[in-house]
């Protein structure tokens, strides 16, 4: 049975930094694409960013230049590195594990940005 477990979220004031982290246990690819989605009340959960197994990023607009996403294979871990943050960008973050047809959501971490 596949798990994530995230951690890392938090409140933070505008222009802060957070450290997300989900880490993936079970039987998994290893060729499979990790990443983070987050949703905002009375929003729709949209893409933040994801990696590919062999490491290439994909963001979304909005937060390129501030967020970076990066895995470790061996640790079966993504990070996601969140700078300059903004109270837009306040939501709940989830993890996202995509291999074959196969796709896993962790439980999400709440991330607050507000002075």
């Known amino acids: 049975q596949v798990q994530l477990v995230e951690s890392g979220g938090g409140l933070v004031q505008p222009g802060g930094s957070l450290r997300l982290s989900c880490a993936a246990s079970?039987?998994?690819?290893?060729?499979?694409?990790m990443g983070w989605y987050r949703q905002a009340p009375g929003k729709q959960r949209e893409l933040v960013a994801v990696i590919t197994s062999r490491g290439s990023g994909t963001y979304a607009d909005s937060v390129k230049g501030r967020f970076t996403i990066s895995r470790d294979n061996a640790k079966r871990t993504v990070y996601l590195q969140m700078n300059s943050l903004k109270p837009e960008d306040t939501a709940n973050y989830y993890c996202n594990l995509r291999f074959y047809s196969f796709e896993y959501w962790g439980q999400g971490t709440q991330v607050t940005v507000s002075s």
């Open positions: 079970g039987s998994i690819s290893s060729t499979n694409t």
